[in-house]
């Protein structure tokens, strides 16, 4: 408005007035453009911004959740849609594709599905993030795993609710804890025995000396005397041998032996069992076999117990393998394999525990005095077993 009032009273020609009214429409036209033009660049370049924040902070959520060490899945409707590196790590996958769009399911021990159903079921509705519980995960490899898993609903995708997993793997700590277990029984064990020998020898000793009285007497049952005398010191031999389960890990006498040769005394101890009962031991040695440092005596109580285990185990007859080879220039590798009824796979973990036995009158002693001696002697012993098909004791000892 100052603009025409100004025109007016510059200008007397109306032309002349018009003409320029529309110049300055033109400019003001063009100057309001800009200024809308600087306007919306300023507010795009705040959108962009604004936008470009919201990728990074996505980008660096899903970099904080991809290499969190806590594993994490998401699932929807039981499907997988989602698990980070350290979730891939703990089933076993090296890639995303391994486990997405596959079941929760697969990945579930069976035992636990109908809890872990109902537990997705109640936190559906809520937004409160469910108590850790304990679980077991079968990993791609087929091993089974104890974890502890918590979850939460924490979105929608495709009109389902979708649920975060997080897991804790806690396999070492449940190995821990049942070493801790295992080894407070054994203890209890240990004492028990150590009592109970004592108790054993005192009666014992004065047994032996009076028989060595009686016997010096020529009183006429000379042959009794020898066979009672023969059976004490067979008794004092197992209370010797018990003393181990108080002490297992103390090796009285090593000296370099030849274990084929305790071998074949040990098969020629149980030749006669094995023959009543149709079973057939057949030794395979390498030729030129180390001499190893070991105590004997313990060496053939441990020979003893497994090859009388694998009798027991073989009802119906069969064949024993016992194979002696050089594994390492440093360890001789002994191995029992019987075609016995086998052990069931949940047996296996809670073999050489005292009081464990798959045995009606077993009672467990045999074998955990077995591998304590063999850790005595820096050894170790592995148990396979398949049902109906047999078991295979392999024993590890270290060439000095």
């Given amino acids: 408005m100052f603009t025409d009032y100004m025109l007016f ?27 809308l033009y600087l306007f919306m660049q300023r507010n795009n370049f705040k959108r962009n911004q604004i936008e470009e924040m919201l990728r990074d902070s996505e980008t660096r959520y899903r970099r904080i959740i991809k290499l969190s060490p806590e594993p994490i899945t998401i699932h929807s409707d039981g499907i997988l849609i989602y698990a980070n590196d350290a979730a891939l790590k703990v089933v076993g996958a090296t890639k995303m594709e391994d486990v997405l769009g596959k079941p929760l399911f697969d990945f579930l021990h069976p035992d636990y599905h109908e809890m872990v159903t109902e537990r997705i079921q109640s936190i559906i509705p809520t937004e409160e993030r469910a108590e850790y519980i304990e679980q077991k995960i079968i990993r791609l490899d087929g091993e089974i795993i104890d974890v502890e898993t918590s979850c939460i609903c924490i979105d929608e995708y495709l009109g ?18 049942e070493m801790i277990r295992k080894s ?9 025995a150590a009592g109970v020998a004592h108790e054993i020898r005192n009666p014992l000793t004065s047994l032996k000396g009076f028989l060595q009285l009686l016997n010096s007497k020529n009183l006429g049952y000379k042959n009794y005397f020898e066979i009672m005398q023969a059976e004490v010191e067979r008794i004092n031999f197992i209370v010797n041998e018990f003393m181990i389960v108080s002490n297992p890990q103390v090796v009285r006498s090593q000296e370099k032996k030849n274990v084929e040769s305790i071998i074949q005394n040990i098969v020629m101890l149980l030749g006669a069992q094995a023959n009543l009962m149709n079973v057939q031991i057949v030794t395979e040695s390498e030729s030129g076999l180390p001499l190893i440092k070991c105590d004997e005596n313990q060496l053939k109580q441990v020979f003893i117990n497994i090859l009388k285990n694998a009798l027991e185990a073989m009802s119906d007859g069969g064949i024993i393998r016992i194979q002696v080879k050089n594994i390492q220039p440093n360890e001789l590798l002994i191995r029992f394999i019987d075609q016995g009824i086998g052990i069931p796979e949940d047996q296996l973990p809670k073999l050489g525990e005292p009081f464990h036995s798959t045995k009606e009158t077993g009672t467990g002693l045999g074998l955990m005095v077995t591998n304590k001696i063999i850790e005595g002697h820096k050894g170790s ?7 109906n098909q047999g078991t295979t004791v392999e024993i590890i000892l270290p060439i000095e």
Avoid: C
């Fill in 381 to 387: 012993i592995t148990i396979t077993s398949k049902v």
């Fill in 9 to 35: 009273v510059i200008f007397e020609n109306e032309e002349t007035i018009t003409r320029l009214q529309t110049i300055k429409g033109f400019l003001f036209i063009v100057v309001m453009a800009w200024l």
């Fill in 160 to 177: 389902k609710p979708v649920i975060q997993n997080v897991i804790r793997d806690i396999t070492e700590r449940k190995r821990t804890e």
């Fill in 184 to 192: 407070e029984k054994l203890s209890v064990v240990g004492q028990l």
